[in-house]
């Protein structure tokens, strides 16, 4: 379900970042529920999110997503291997280069020490998610 981000969320987590919370996913607020709706590979990998945590007791998940730089990697891993599954082929170069150098960085609060760890996360959730190989 996707709902805007609220003040108070805006004032948290920067303006230009999607945020999930199971049930909702919330977009940026200075889109429409129709321009957001448009944003389906981002859906893709928010949906993701939204499975881990339902899984789970989302604010425990919430609180280790926070706090333990290996469970955000592997989370954020499963949530781009769902977006990079929904972009065309010739795209994912590309998204899996510019989420190599965010999850390395203050973008992720340093969830892997490396943009090498970054890719080897992303590529073990295609082969858990998708069976894919490389
Ligand atoms: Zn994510």
Redesign the pocket.
């Known amino acids: 379900m996707l709902k805007a981000k609220s003040k108070l969320q805006t004032f948290f987590i920067p303006d230009d970042r999607w945020f ?1 919370l199971a049930p909702y996913i919330h977009y940026p607020s200075h889109y429409t529920e129709a321009e957001a709706e448009r944003f389906t590979t981002v859906i893709a ?2 949906s ?2 939204i499975k881990q945590q339902s899984a789970t007791n989302k604010w425990w998940w919430l609180l280790k997503y926070f706090v333990v730089p290996s469970f955000r990697l592997s ?2 891993a499963e ?2 291997a769902c977006e990079l599954n929904a972009l065309p082929e010739s795209a994912r170069a590309q998204v899996t280069s510019a989420y190599c150098k965010d999850l390395s960085s203050s973008a992720y609060t340093w969830a892997a020490w490396t943009e090498d760890d970054a890719l080897e996360a992303i590529h073990e959730a295609e082969i858990r998610l998708f069976k894919k190989t490389f």
Do not use: F
Request: glycine share 12%; net charge negative.
């Open positions: 999930t990998h928010e993701q999110h989370q954020e949530g781009i």
